[in-house]
C-alpha cells in the first residue's frame, strides 16, 4: 500500500498568516491526491481534489498543488474559520489511504 | 442538497453485530460509488469499503475482510455495513461518503459512533 505523510502535525498561526501544509506518498501518484478539512466534532469536508482543482464552494484562499510524490496545501490568509485539521488522501489506487493530518491552530 | 444521515451505532460487546445504515437523498444515488470511511476516537481517517454502483464490485480495508459486508439497495436510496465479529480495535465515527470519480470523498455525512466494549 502507498503511505502518506504530512508535515508539519501541527501549526499555530494567526489570521491573514499564510500557511502551508506538506504531504509526501511513499511512491509516485501523479496528481491523484485529495485534501480535506476537519472540525472538531464534525465531517471531513473535501477543499482539494486531482492535487490542485478547488471542490465547489470552498473558498479560493485555499489552493493545491504537487504532482508525484510532493504536495502541498497552501491557504493564503487564513480566516478564522480555518482552523481545523487538514488531511491529504491518495487517490490513484486502491487502498484510499489518508495523511495522519496537520492540526492548525491559533498562535 | 447532498444529504448523507448515517444511523445504527451504538454500543457492542466484543464479538458481537451491528447493522450500519445510510440514507442517501439529492442526488441519483445508483449513479455513484460510495463508501465507509471511520475515525477511531482521536485519531486520522481510515477507509473501510467501497461499493460500485450495481453492488457488483466490492473491495475492503484488510483490518475488516471476512467481518465486515458493504451493501446498497438503490431502490430505498441506501447504504449498509454489516459488522460482524466486532473487535475493540473497531471502535470509532463510522462515515457514509459518496466517491468522486477522481477517487476521492466528495460529501459525507455527519457520522455515527460505533463503541466495541463488554
Known amino acids: 500500500d502507498i503511505q502518506m505523510t504530512q508535515s508539519p502535525s501541527s501549526v499555530s498561526a494567526s489570521v491573514g498568516d499564510r500557511v502551508t501544509i506538506t504531504c509526501r506518498a511513499s511512491?509516485?501518484?501523479?496528481?491523484?491526491l485529495a485534501w480535506y478539512q476537519q472540525k472538531p466534532g464534525k465531517a471531513p469536508k473535501l477543499l482539494i481534489y486531482?492535487?490542485?482543482s478547488l471542490q465547489s464552494g470552498v473558498p479560493s484562499r485555499f489552493s493545491g498543488s504537487g504532482s508525484g510524490t510532493d504536495f502541498t496545501l497552501t491557504i493564503s490568509s487564513l480566516q478564522p474559520e480555518d482552523f481545523a485539521t487538514y488531511y491529504c488522501?491518495?487517490?490513484?489506487?486502491?487502498?484510499?489511504?489518508f495523511g495522519p493530518g496537520t492540526k492548525v491552530d491559533i498562535k | 442538497e447532498v444529504q448523507l444521515v448515517e444511523s445504527g451505532g451504538g454500543l457492542v460487546q466484543p464479538g458481537g453485530s451491528l447493522r450500519l445504515s445510510c440514507a442517501a437523498s439529492?442526488?441519483?444515488?445508483?449513479?455513484?460509488?460510495m463508501s465507509w470511511v471511520r475515525q477511531a476516537p482521536g485519531k486520522g481517517l481510515e477507509w473501510v469499503a467501497n461499493?460500485?454502483?450495481?453492488?457488483?464490485?466490492?473491495y475492503y480495508v484488510d483490518s475488516v475482510k471476512g467481518r465486515f459486508t458493504i451493501s446498497r439497495d438503490n431502490a430505498k436510496n441506501s447504504l449498509y455495513l454489516q459488522m460482524n465479529s466486532l473487535r475493540a480495535e473497531d471502535t470509532a465515527v463510522y462515515y457514509c461518503?459518496?466517491?468522486?470519480?477522481?477517487?476521492?470523498?466528495?460529501?459525507w455525512g455527519q457520522g455515527t459512533l460505533v463503541t466495541v466494549s463488554s
Open positions: 439529492g442526488f441519483t444515488f445508483s449513479s455513484y460509488w
Open positions: 488522501q491518495q487517490a490513484n489506487s486502491f487502498p484510499p489511504i
Open positions: 461518503a459518496r466517491w468522486k470519480g477522481r477517487g476521492c470523498f466528495d460529501y
Open positions: 511512491q509516485g501518484i501523479s496528481s491523484w
Open positions: 461499493i460500485k454502483q450495481d453492488g457488483s464490485e466490492k
Open positions: 486531482a492535487a490542485s
